[in-house]
């Protein structure tokens, strides 16, 4: 009986350190309060915090900003250990703010905003933040520069990363050739995420126009909602198979180097 019960015992323990490890849910708007307590900061130190906004995307959908860092932020946090925050689905939308669907915050109302949301992940405890940014432009320049402002207030570690040109490499490994916006890459991504969400019916090469040479040309409205990165390279072609390889392979590059830069910033007592 006594074996019986100390067996029980090295149960309880073993089960008590493995929840320590692990909490029941790794997204801060699901989990409780007291658990939140329980883990940051004495085991969990870091935290995702998606951002991205609404505009068009091709044949994909208007969120695909905020899909495609919000599914990245699921795949990688328990491999880093971290909680993700809740993903900031309005943003500095820009050249494409016209087109149906779309929204745009200006500088003024999002630079306050998101310097206000990072300040409150530190007061929680976080000392790692990191944004995983799925739009580009203007948000990345104000997100950039906010993230190193608190930084340095606070005493927190700030990294901003724009997936799909961190990514470009990936890219060209499983297609062969660069992509663009809602084009050949970061229509895979969401395909691998979910099918659903791509309506290639609706798909025509006369919806793309690459992007212009520095200082060549500029349209506001940019005319076309696919926007590649080089002429006559990045059409989307709905590949099931190549798609999920390339949503694994980025998901494994981006967790990889966020557990680089957290480990440098670890050994220069940062």
Do not use: C
Not at 44 to 56: D, M, Q
Not at 172 to 201: C, R, S
Not at 237 to 264: G, H, L, M, R, T
């Amino acid at each position: 009986m006594k074996k019986l019960l100390f067996s029980f015992s090295l149960a309880l323990i073993a089960h008590a350190a493995l929840a320590q490890l692990n909490p029941s849910t790794r997204e801060m708007d699901r989990i409780n309060w007291m658990e939140f307590a329980d883990f940051v900061p004495e085991h969990i130190t870091t935290v995702l915090l998606p951002t991205g906004t609404l505009e068009p995307h091709g044949v994909i959908n208007n969120g695909a900003d905020n899909t495609a860092p919000t599914a990245m932020a699921k795949y990688i946090a328990e491999n880093l250990n971290a909680l993700i925050a809740p993903t900031l689905n309005y943003g500095i939308t820009g050249s494409m703010a016209a087109f149906p669907g779309a929204f745009q915050i200006t500088e003024e109302a999002y630079r306050p905003f998101i310097r206000d949301i990072l300040k409150g992940l530190a007061k929680n405890g976080f000392k790692n933040i990191i944004i995983l940014n799925g739009h580009g432009g203007g948000q990345t320049k104000v997100l950039q520069e906010v993230a190193a402002e608190v930084a340095n207030e606070l005493g927190v570690r700030t990294l901003v990363l724009n997936w799909w040109s961190f990514a470009s490499d990936i890219t060209f490994e499983v297609f062969d050739e660069d992509g663009g916006h809602a084009g050949l890459n970061e229509t895979a991504y969401i395909q691998a995420i979910d099918p659903t969400l791509v309506h290639k019916e609706k798909y025509s090469t006369d919806m793309t126009t690459a992007y212009p040479a520095s200082g060549t040309w500029s349209a506001s409205p940019f005319p076309s909602s696919i926007g590649l990165y080089k002429e006559g390279q990045g059409y989307p072609n709905f590949d099931q198979a190549q798609a999920d390889e390339y949503f694994k392979k980025v998901n494994s590059k981006v967790s990889a180097f966020i557990q680089d830069i957290i480990k440098k910033w670890d050994m220069a007592g940062l």
